[in-house]
Nanobody, 122 residues
Framework: QVQLAESGGGLVQAGGSLRLSCAASEPTLNNRVIGWFRQAPGKEREFVAGHIGTAGSTYYAESVTGRFTIFRDNTKNTIYLQMDHLKPEDTAIYFC???????????????WGQGTQVTVSS
């Protein structure tokens, strides 16, 4: 079981940027897929971005492609989500999660962090 801890959320104006961090307890993420998901009040949890540890490849939801970047710092065992050109509709609690295989479904991810709030004002 992987323990994950998110940080970096906050309040930002539309058009601004935030960088979220997901620190993992395991010494290596090579065998894991790390996904970022978000959940707004009254809405389903939705996929945002994924990082495939073994290949180092990434995949994104269409709504964030070109604005968000997921990347990994091996020295810190941390996955980041760089969010640029933020929009009010990006407002949600953001979670990172770990899985053994790449997926866009939250049901495929078994280990979750506690979440961090992102609020984008118009």
């Amino acid at each position: 079981q992987v323990q994950l801890a998110e940080s970096g959320g906050g309040l930002v104006q539309a058009g601004g940027s935030l960088r979220l961090s997901c620190a993992a307890s395991e010494p290596t993420l090579n065998n894991r897929v790390i996904g970022w998901f978000r959940q707004a009040p009254g809405k389903e949890r939705e996929f945002v971005a994924g990082h495939i540890g073994t290949a180092g490849s990434t995949y994104y939801a269409e709504s964030v492609t070109g604005r968000f970047t997921i990347f990994r710092d091996n020295t810190k065992n941390t996955i980041y989500l760089q969010m640029d050109h933020l929009k009010p509709e990006d407002t949600a609690i953001y979670f990172c999660a770990a899985s053994a295989a790449a997926s866009r479904s939250h049901r495929a991810f078994g280990d979750w962090g506690q979440g961090t709030q992102v609020t984008v004002s118009s």
